[in-house]
């Protein structure tokens, strides 16, 4: 979708590039062997002493280990995991809200004996009824917590950069927006109108939880990377990449499959799979429009923008979500409301967006996309575990194919040269085998056989 092969991270519709090198406080570097004369004097050691063969190895497996692209391959493994657990928690905390909970009740019951006097005995019955079914109250509160993100990022700006005053930081987040032509009834527009696209997104997905499992939510609403590629394409001008096209019509068919995995009459599936993918397509237009009028953003600029839409949710939508109470189109008991769950929602939903808006400083936006698909099977463990679920069928081919069509839109815009690159190796590798050469070093051969190894890793995980 980039034109550099990166992929902009599901959350964060901003594609910036964080520097290989970060620079410390003190404007030194953090990686090894940053300082001119300790370089110099390892130099000259060096030259004074020519090293073994393995020496010379376990420095180079060192510096490759240490080294810039290593550190930020590690943190993207942890990025993952963090950003796959935080949105897989949330998920199945909405989830757990729409569960029916037992309600006991006391029933007076009169038994009859054989002399004809009575005896009254109570009896405590337990019924299953739905306490909790407010999926607006639940978008609302669970949006309120993005009023957190500038405060965040304040404080963690104060801590970093102890030369840096509070008005410094407040003046350069606003003073961003105003260098773009924004002034302010023009700035708290363009808020309004991605609040609410933004609290609609999150309500159709919510809503989808009451109808379907967690997993086929997850997976449904993965199938936004191929809509922001579509988006990004007839909007932003992107680059057409055939094989994306293709990864489209993939995720387009596994939606179909789900959308009739229960049949067609008497089912509410096609209503949940409905909402699910429209979520998912409204996050694709937020991240769209997000890039066409704000363009590339700073961390100050994202974290501003998210409070402004937390403190816009909370001061305008309140009454909306009263109004749905009183009238009784959500179902809402203040004593048996279920804090933990809710609370524990909004807090792991906090954490799964600051991952993905503020984590690309630290590694790849590609770790922070594959949190997205690899919620899916966690996820699938849970339901299974949980609620007993059983993935076949439909079902299960649908996920496949989603799953499938979300690794396509991950391939590069010049994935082709890879594929050729990848190609001529193997022949150089054969030919290197059938006539072998005293001069060609072990390390090439061993790289070669590593190559073919991962593409043969590659087919049989596709093919599974």
Same mark, same amino acid.
């Given at each position: 979708?980039?034109?550099?092969?990166?992929?902009?991270?599901?959350?964060?519709?901003?594609?910036?590039?964080?520097?290989?090198?970060?620079?410390?406080?003190?404007?030194?570097?953090?990686?090894?062997?940053?300082?001119? =004369?300790?370089?110099?004097?390892?130099?000259?050691?060096?030259? =004074?002493?020519?090293?073994?063969?393995?020496?010379?190895?376990?420095?180079?497996?060192? =510096?490759?280990?240490?080294?810039?692209?290593?550190?930020?391959?590690?943190?993207?493994?942890?990025?993952?995991?963090?950003?796959?657990?935080?949105?897989?928690?949330?998920?199945?905390?909405?989830?757990?809200?729409?569960?029916?909970?037992?309600?006991?009740? =006391?029933?007076?019951?009169?038994?009859?004996?054989?002399?004809?006097?009575?005896?009254?005995?109570?009896?405590?019955?337990?019924?299953?009824?739905?306490?909790?079914?407010?999926?607006?109250?639940?978008?609302?509160?669970?949006?309120?917590?993005?009023?957190?993100?500038?405060?965040?990022?304040?404080?963690?700006?104060?801590?970093?950069?102890?030369?840096?005053?509070?008005?410094?930081?407040?003046?350069?987040?606003?003073?961003?927006?105003?260098?773009?032509?924004?002034?302010?009834?023009?700035?708290?527009?363009?808020?309004?109108?991605?609040?609410?696209?933004?609290?609609?997104?999150?309500?159709?997905?919510?809503?989808?939880?009451?109808?379907?499992?967690?997993?086929?939510?997850?997976?449904?609403?993965?199938?936004?990377?191929?809509?922001?590629?579509?988006?990004?394409?007839?909007?932003?001008?992107?680059?057409?990449?055939?094989?994306?096209?293709?990864?489209?019509?993939?995720?387009?068919?596994?939606?179909?499959?789900?959308?009739?995995?229960?049949?067609?009459?008497?089912?509410?599936?096609?209503?949940?799979?409905?909402?699910?993918?429209?979520?998912?397509?409204?996050?694709?237009?937020?991240?769209?429009?997000?890039?066409?009028?704000?363009?590339?953003?700073?961390?100050?600029?994202?974290?501003?923008?998210?409070?402004?839409?937390?403190?816009?949710?909370?001061?305008?939508?309140?009454?909306?979500?009263?109004?749905?109470?009183?009238?009784?189109?959500?179902?809402?008991?203040?004593?048996?409301?279920?804090?933990?769950?809710?609370?524990?929602?909004?807090?792991?939903?906090?954490?799964?967006?600051?991952?993905?808006?503020?984590?690309?400083?630290?590694?790849?936006?590609?770790?922070?996309?594959?949190?997205?698909?690899?919620?899916?099977?966690?996820?699938?463990?849970?339901?299974?575990?949980?609620?007993?679920?059983?993935?076949?069928?439909?079902?299960?081919?649908?996920?496949?194919?989603?799953?499938?069509?979300?690794?396509?839109?991950?391939?590069?815009?010049?994935?082709?040269?890879?594929?050729?690159?990848?190609?001529?190796?193997?022949?150089?590798?054969?030919?290197?085998?059938?006539?072998?050469?005293?001069?060609?070093?072990?390390?090439?051969?061993?790289?070669?056989?590593?190559?073919?190894?991962?593409?043969?890793?590659?087919?049989?995980?596709?093919?599974?």
């Amino acid at each position: 979708m980039t034109r550099d092969g990166d992929i902009p991270t599901i959350f964060n519709p901003r594609r910036s590039r964080a520097p290989s090198v970060l620079v410390t406080d003190e404007g030194v570097s953090n990686g090894p062997f940053t300082h001119a =004369d300790s370089v110099g004097s390892q130099q000259e050691a060096t030259a =004074d002493q020519p090293l073994s063969p393995l020496t010379t190895k376990y420095k180079t497996c060192s =510096d490759s280990l240490c080294s810039s692209s290593a550190r930020k391959i590690y943190f993207g493994i942890w990025v993952t995991i963090c950003v796959t657990a935080s949105w897989v928690g949330a998920t199945h905390c909405i989830k757990y809200l729409y569960i029916m909970k037992p309600v006991e009740y =006391d029933e007076a019951m009169v038994l009859a004996p054989q002399d004809g006097a009575g005896v009254n005995v109570t009896a405590i019955h337990n019924h299953y009824i739905a306490t909790y079914k407010a999926p607006f109250f639940t978008t609302w509160f669970v949006t309120n917590w993005t009023m957190l993100f500038f405060p965040l990022y304040f404080v963690s700006r104060l801590g970093s950069r102890r030369c840096e005053s509070p008005s410094d930081i407040l003046s350069e987040s606003i003073r961003d927006f105003r260098d773009k032509g924004f002034t302010a009834g023009r700035f708290l527009t363009r808020c309004s109108l991605f609040c609410l696209l933004w609290v609609g997104t999150n309500y159709m997905y919510i809503r989808s939880l009451h109808i379907l499992l967690a997993t086929d939510v997850m997976a449904l609403f993965a199938t936004n990377i191929s809509f922001v590629y579509l988006l990004s394409w007839v909007i932003l001008h992107e680059q057409f990449v055939g094989i994306r096209i293709m990864a489209v019509i993939l995720c387009d068919t596994g939606v179909a499959l789900l959308a009739y995995m229960d049949g067609i009459t008497g089912s509410p599936t096609l209503g949940g799979v409905v909402l699910a993918t429209s979520a998912a397509a409204g996050s694709a237009v937020y991240k769209v429009l997000f890039k066409k009028v704000i363009g590339d953003a700073t961390y100050g600029q994202v974290a501003l923008f998210f409070s402004l839409i937390g403190m816009l949710n909370a001061a305008l939508l309140w009454p909306l979500s009263l109004g749905l109470f009183l009238t009784g189109l959500e179902t809402l008991h203040w004593d048996r409301l279920p804090w933990p769950a809710l609370l524990a929602a909004s807090a792991l939903s906090l954490v799964a967006n600051l991952l993905g808006n503020f984590s690309v400083a630290l590694t790849y936006d590609l770790f922070i996309t594959l949190g997205l698909i690899t919620a899916v099977p966690v996820s699938a463990a849970l339901d299974v575990v949980l609620y007993g679920a059983q993935f076949e069928g439909m079902k299960l081919a649908g996920m496949i194919l989603i799953a499938v069509g979300f690794f396509l839109v991950m391939f590069p815009d010049n994935w082709p040269d890879y594929i050729t690159r990848l190609l001529r190796n193997i022949i150089m590798l054969s030919h290197s085998a059938s006539m072998p050469t005293p001069n060609r070093g072990k390390k090439r051969e061993l790289m070669y056989v590593c190559v073919v190894g991962c593409v043969v890793l590659l087919m049989m995980y596709k093919i599974r």
